[in-house]
Nanobody
Framework: QVQLVESGGGSVQAGGSLRLSCAAS????????MGWFRQAPGKEREGVAV??????????TYAQSVKGRFTISKDNAENTLLLQMNNLKPEDTALYYC?????????????????????WGQGTQVTVSS
């Protein structure tokens, strides 16, 4: 059974930084697809950053709105997914979700939305004030 538990959310002022963590249990695979999504009140869930690995190659994609500010990474030793968020803006305010797919696939990209993901965490709130 795969379980994903997010942490690291909070309230910061614009320009500040936060680092989100997602502890993954029951999910151990050399070929994987994991990602971060967010959902603001009244809006649809959107992809923020996705990371996949197949063989020796790692694939990373970002939403245009976060490129250059957010960095996704995976700590394989700890089986933890990370999202470093810098230069945060009020429009980044949302509930952030960690997601995992059963394996890497060609839809393991942020543009493909949620279709690569079958496992979800409960979310962690990020609030950015101006």
């Amino acid at each position: 059974q795969v379980q994903l538990v997010e942490s690291g959310g909070g309230s910061v002022q614009a320009g500040g930084s936060l680092r989100l963590s997602c502890a993954a249990s029951g999910y151990i695979s050399s070929s994987y697809c994991m990602g971060w999504f967010r959902q603001a009140p009244g809006k649809e869930r959107e992809g923020v950053a996705v990371i996949g690995k197949y063989g020796s190659t790692t694939y990373i994609t970002y939403a245009q709105s976060v490129k250059g500010r957010f960095t996704i990474s995976k700590d394989n030793a700890e089986n933890t997914l990370l999202l470093q968020m810098n230069n945060l803006k009020p429009e980044d305010t949302a509930l952030y979700y960690c997601a995992a797919g059963s394996r890497y696939s060609r839809v393991c990209v942020v543009e493909a939305g949620t279709q690569a993901f079958g496992y979800w965490g409960q979310g962690t709130q990020v609030t950015v004030s101006s």
